[in-house]
């Protein structure tokens, strides 16, 4: 038996009541069991033969042996809409990263660790899982399951330009051949396929905003004007540029206000692709749609961008900047000849949106002021009510939602909840649903992972607790997680340093003793935007952090079948005094939850490591005090005071955790060096 193998026969052990009952054959299992006879399904797998079925059909008439089926928008978003989640359709998983590939006798998904359980409780046995997330691996499987010469079929509008190259990379030379299908083949076949949004577009309030939508537009303009290789024209795909630029909000996309859109701004001209029939007339005039001259927006239907960038093509001498981020290759290949193409990672528009301006960062420090009481209060209601044995994943991960929205400019959740108890903890990014739902108690530890969209800014905090007595190993974990989350809030670094080169600070305590975690560090974070804002971040193709910036803090650990931990704080970017250097940022925490006490062994925290945790506990508790008090909760408030009294220093080690000014030392030579590029 291989070790995967092992690892998902104990889980269902811990997970159905014990290694014989999940070795019967899968009967009660919350997971597939394929090799069973019959095979066993969940209630939560779908049936997917019919729909699998009619792909076929299609994909035999337009001569192709494969198609492949990406997880993800025209728009290259994270999070899309319904009606563009076909791998959800055709295969029932529904995680936020997969890519589904079908044959004529296949069908395969592969995804990452995050997903590996969720991916056998809900596909059925039509599919395979591939424990991968690689183009290579999907390539290498391409190759062996279709013969030479044959054609591989894609939608060239869910393909990002180096995703599209990455795969003609590795099939070309094989030879298996791609062909470009812009009509989107599950499309075809998803009778039932949610309806377009039809909700208007709203403006953001001018009292939460600085720079007007003439402004951003203006300051655009002048970069492209900047830059030596002279483009006029820059292409907008990714949703929350447009909606950025214009300071506009939708609802197309759930848990994240943005809409349909692309933006062709050029030196003199603003071409805005929008269903029309959603902006009002009080919109038109705010967006001057009524002229045709520099500051005006000329309003096209969504749908017509293709055919007016080629129009714009024509013209003699334009160029066009576009940032192979979120650029689809449908628009991408028609920019040619290749003197008439301008490329960067990202636009000028997301890298400036990246840095808050004074007010975007004031409301969205204002934001997280008013979440922290709604986390707070989950966090007193769990501790009254757990005890009882009543309450559920579902019903904590219903409760703090309810709490935010009683918030001041609250628009509901900036992502689905993870309420995660137990085991199920150990899966980093699940969420609860009916069939999956443990009930809490005071011997397992539980995470949540929750986040608000609020008119003047996003949220996202993850806490970790323990109702009961923790083990020894449980604090030692979670004390180290936090560790990682004070190296780096604590940080100071010349301004321009990239996240990469900081990242493993928030993994060091847990290095020392042979432990680790699978996800990423942290990410940027918007006002009313997505809850993952790039580029800002701690990975490689994320850019400099610089004065201004929002990111999330988020190191953990997971034992699988056992628990999970979490740490998440939001951060800004501020400037710090030096002794000697100008120029020196450090990471200002705008998240203010305290930690669990019972889980935080101080005798292996560092005496720099406690001081920044006692200053942290008295920000909290200047900042959530008044708003307390204001809002009438006196039970909350002599909560957050007893959970933020100062730790003693009478129990801190300084032999565990060294100042993370010595590792930077190790680090600044490539910090320096990024920073000259």
């Known amino acids: ?93 529904t995680g936020s990263a997969g890519t589904a590939v079908v044959t004529a006798t296949k069908a395969t998904l592969w995804t990452d660790s995050r997903y590996w359980v969720q991916a056998e409780r809900q596909m059925d046995c039509n599919w395979e899982l591939e424990k991968d997330v690689s183009i290579r691996s999907i390539t290498d499987w391409l190759i062996q399951e279709v013969p030479e010469e044959k054609q591989i079929g894609f939608d060239p509008y869910v393909f990002s330009v180096k995703t599209f190259s990455a795969y003609n990379a590795n099939l070309s030379p094989a030879p298996r051949m791609l062909k470009s299908l812009p009509v989107n083949l599950v499309d075809k076949v998803w009778a039932n396929r949610p309806a377009e949004p039809s909700d208007n577009l709203v403006r953001l309030p001018d ?9 951003k537009v203006e300051y655009i303009r002048s970069i492209m004007r900047e830059n030596p290789y002279k483009p006029t024209a820059v292409l907008l795909s990714a949703l929350d540029e447009t909606a950025w630029l214009f300071n506009l909000r939708g609802n197309d996309i759930p848990y994240n206000p943005f809409f349909y859109s692309y933006t062709l701004l050029t030196l003199d001209e603003i071409w805005l692709f929008v269903h029309t029939a959603r902006v009002p007339d009080d919109l038109r005039t705010y967006l001057n749609a009524t002229c045709y001259v520099a500051d005006c927006v000329q309003l096209m239907e969504y749908g017509q961008e293709l055919n007016q960038l080629t129009n714009y093509l024509t013209r003699p001498s334009t160029r066009v900047w576009v940032g192979t981020e979120y650029t689809n290759q449908a628009l991408y290949e028609l920019i040619v000849p290749e003197d008439k193409l301008m490329t960067t990672d ?20 204002e934001a997280h002021v008013r979440d922290a009481v709604a986390v707070m209060q989950l966090l007193v209601w769990l501790e009254k009510n757990v005890p009882a044995g009543k309450e559920t994943e579902m019903t904590a991960a219903d409760y703090v939602n309810e709490c935010r929205s009683k918030q001041k400019f609250s628009k509901g959740p900036s992502f689905e909840t993870i309420s995660a108890s137990g085991p199920n903890a150990a899966l980093a990014h699940y969420s609860p649903s009916s069939d999956t739902a443990r009930v809490l108690t005071v011997d397992e530890m539980y995470l949540v992972d929750s986040g608000g969209q609020y008119l003047d800014g996003t949220t996202d905090i993850t806490r970790t607790v323990h109702w009961g007595t923790p083990t020894d190993f449980q604090r030692e974990a979670y004390t180290r997680v936090l560790m990682g989350n004070i190296e780096i809030s604590r940080n100071i670094f010349p301004d321009g340093t990239r996240g990469i080169n900081m990242e493993m600070l928030g993994r060091r305590a847990l290095w020392e003793v042979g432990l680790n975690y699978g996800h990423g560090t942290g990410h940027g974070v918007g006002n009313y935007f997505g809850v993952h804002e790039w580029p800002v971040g701690f990975q490689s193709n994320n850019i400099p952090f610089r004065e201004g910036m929002f990111t999330s803090i988020e190191p953990g650990y997971y034992k699988e079948n056992d628990f999970g931990i979490r740490i998440e704080d939001v951060a800004m970017l501020a400037p710090v005094k030096t002794a000697y250097g100008n120029n020196f940022l450090t990471f200002d925490i705008v998240s203010l939850v305290p930690y669990d006490r019972k889980l935080i062994d101080t005798s292996i925290l560092s005496p720099q490591q406690l001081d920044w945790l006692n200053r942290y506990y008295q920000t909290v508790r200047d900042k959530m005090g008044p708003e307390l008090k ?48």
């Not at 009292?207 to 402004?215: F, G, K, S, V, Y």
């Not at 990202?346 to 420090?365: F, G, I, M, N």
């Open 1 to 93: 038996m291989s070790w995967s193998s092992w690892i998902l026969l104990v889980y269902l052990g811990v997970l159905t009541g014990g290694p014989n009952r999940a070795l019967a054959e899968g009967t009660g299992s919350t997971e597939r069991n394929c090799s069973a006879d019959p095979p066993y399904l969940p209630p939560t797998a779908v049936n997917t033969t019919q729909r699998l079925a009619a792909l076929r059909d299609v994909m035999k008439a337009q001569n192709i042996s494969a198609y492949i089926i990406p997880g993800t928008d025209a728009h290259l978003s994270e999070y899309i809409a319904p009606r563009d989640a076909r791998v959800a359709f055709m295969s029932g998983f």
């Open 346 to 365: 990202y636009s000028p528009v997301l890298t400036t949106k990246a840095v808050k301006d004074a007010t975007e960062q004031r409301v969205l420090r």
């Open 630 to 677: 204001s809002q009438g909760l006196e039970e909350v408030y002599d909560w957050m005071v007893k959970n933020t009294e100062p730790f003693t220093t009478t129990q801190s080690s300084a032999t565990v955790a060294c100042s993370s000014f010595s590792l930077l030392l190790t680090l600044l030579p490539t910090a320096l060096l990024h920073h000259l590029l």
């Open 207 to 215: 009292n939460i905003i600085e720079r007007t939508w003439l402004q």
